[in-house]
């Protein structure tokens, strides 16, 4: 059962799968579910992490948003070591390769030490955590005091654009990006489930953190959420 906090196994598994599926269209897919503006998104929630020595991105995916982060040192975290490849492969490109390390892992278990990082992102890939109550608690412990933590996703904010938004999702995006069928299809589950920002602050509230802010973009489409510890 899929729910605000959590997915079996068996279904994270499936979209893990879901997800090495699209690892050549993950770009074009992503365009086709935003119109193209997650770049713009991502350039925004880079911003955060100015005067930021050590930043973590939990499913940092081909590195889309990795290598736009301005940190001393960034961590990629992923569960696919083909995310992983495409990730040192956008990076190599623009030269800044040995200031990256890759992690295998999920959020629920980072294999990192206590309060070791300045910020950690989760962009397009909170909807996706196995156990978000579980994920939190790790992102708390591995953050410095002062750290912080931003959530970058798309937004649910009232039923009718989260009806237009779900719509979109399962029955348009797929024909414009059908090779991203079967992730559109996960997506369309995520989202469905999605609790949102406000329901998600709360939860962040519980787990410790001292300060949330969360800040709309593109008219509603997305949020960014930002927390420190």
């Known amino acids: ?25 993950y770009d074009c897919t992503n365009a086709a579910i935003t119109f193209g503006m997650d770049e713009g998104w991502r350039e925004t929630a880079s911003r955060e992490s100015r005067d930021r020595d050590v930043a973590l ?27 992983h490849k495409a990730a ?10 040995d200031r990256f390390r890759f992690l295998a892992g999920c959020a629920e278990e980072i294999p990192i030490a206590d309060e070791q990082i300045d910020i950690v992102y989760c962009a397009f890939s909170f909807r996706d955590f196995r156990d978000k109550r579980r994920g939190l608690e790790e992102i708390y412990r591995v953050l410095k005091p002062g750290g912080k933590l931003v959530v970058l ?14 719509a979109y ?10 090779k991203s069928k079967n992730s559109m299809k996960w997506l369309a589950k995520t989202y469905l489930v999605f609790g949102g920002p406000r329901y998600y602050s709360k939860l962040i509230w519980e787990i410790g953190f001292s300060k949330t ?14 927390a420190e510890k």
């Open 57 to 83: 991105e939990i499913g940092s995916g081909p590195g889309t948003l990795a290598v736009k982060l301005r940190s001393g040192k960034v961590i990629c975290l992923d569960p696919l070591m083909e995310m």
């Open 153 to 166: 996703d798309i937004a649910k904010t009232d039923r009718i654009k989260n009806s237009i938004i779900h």
């Open 213 to 226: 802010n969360t800040r709309f973009l593109s008219f509603g489409i997305a949020f960014m959420l930002v």
């Open 169 to 178: 999702i399962e029955k348009i995006a797929p024909l414009i990006a059908p």
């Open 88 to 97: 040192k492969n956008r990076i190599s490109a623009h030269g800044r390769l």
């Open 1 to 25: 059962m899929m729910d605000e906090l959590r997915m079996s196994n068996k279904q994270w598994q499936e979209l893990k799968n879901a997800l090495s599926d699209i690892v050549p269209y």
